[in-house]
């Protein structure tokens, strides 16, 4: 019985280049302040809806007061 066995060699990766490197953080940048924009666009929205559908939703209220002790 013959037993095959390959041997992963790290040629086999693919190698990432100098931009690869250098276009990545500022992808995930821009990525983060794209999520942070719809964000605020929806909050927004829900602020912009009338009092007793926020209140039907669980929309926090703006004039709740914080219990203070």
Do not use: C
Not at 25 to 37: C, H, I, N, S
Not at 46 to 61: F, V
């Amino acid at each position: 019985m013959t037993m095959i066995t390959y041997q992963e060699s790290d040629r086999s990766r693919p190698l990432t280049s100098s931009f690869a490197s250098f276009i990545r953080p500022a992808l995930t940048v821009a990525v983060r302040l794209r999520d942070q924009w719809h964000r605020r666009q929806t909050e927004r929205m829900l602020e912009g809806l009338p009092a007793e559908i926020r209140k039907d939703i669980g929309w926090p209220t703006t004039n709740a007061a914080p219990h203070r002790q």
